[in-house]
Structure formats: structure tokens, C-alpha cells
């Protein structure tokens, strides 16, 4: 059983791993602002997921106290919420302020 968990909490933090490498790759080679801020949003929380799923297993393996597993739970719940939120009302922003997405054959900024 310690080895099924053991490949479970791997494999989430190799995917927790890959997503924020690629929401850092995606902040960086990502023509315009709007692209850059859904890369950030949708990888970062898919990432912390991830980790958190894995250090939940962990604390469940290990026995430790109920309250660093509800802290946990918690802290998913806020991230799969406020993250989102976040992204998307730093882009209704800056669609107010008047920055259009870039299009194809326009310098990059």
C-alpha cells in the first residue's frame, strides 16, 4: 500500500511540476498580455492543485492532525476559487483601460 501511495504522490508532483513550468513558459513566450494572464491562471491553479493533492496524501499516510488536513482542503478551495476570480477581473481591467489583444502580423509588446 506505502508503494501505491508513494506513485500516487509522485505523479502529482510531476504534474504539479510540469504545470507550473508551463504556466512560466507560457508567461514568457506569450505574445500579449491577455494570453499571458490565462496561461498564468489556468496552469498556477491546476500546479497548486496538484501539490496540494499530493501533500494531502501524504498527511493522510502519515496520520497527521485533522486540522493541517482541513487547512489543506481549505487552501485548495481558496485557490480553485480565487485564482480564477483574479485572472479574470485583472483582464476585464485591462480591457476597460482599453488594451486590445494582439493580432496576428502586430509587433509584440
Given at each position: ?9 509522485w ?10 513550468l ?8 506569450f505574445?500579449?498580455f ?5 496561461a ?5 491553479t ?13 498527511c ?23 485564482s480564477p ?25
Open positions: 500500500m506505502n508503494a501505491v501511495l508513494d506513485i500516487a504522490t505523479i502529482l508532483l510531476a504534474g504539479g511540476a510540469f504545470f507550473s508551463t504556466a512560466a513558459v507560457g508567461v514568457l513566450r505574445p500579449d491577455y494570453t499571458r494572464t490565462h498564468a491562471g489556468k496552469n498556477d491546476l500546479g497548486v492543485l496538484l501539490f496540494c493533492g499530493a501533500m494531502l496524501i501524504e493522510l499516510r502519515y496520520d497527521y492532525s485533522w486540522m493541517v488536513v482541513a487547512r489543506l482542503v481549505l487552501m485548495i478551495l481558496f485557490m480553485q476559487m480565487a476570480i483574479a485572472s479574470h477581473a485583472i483582464g476585464q481591467a485591462a480591457w476597460t483601460t482599453g488594451l486590445r489583444p494582439w493580432k496576428k502580423g502586430e509587433p509584440t509588446r
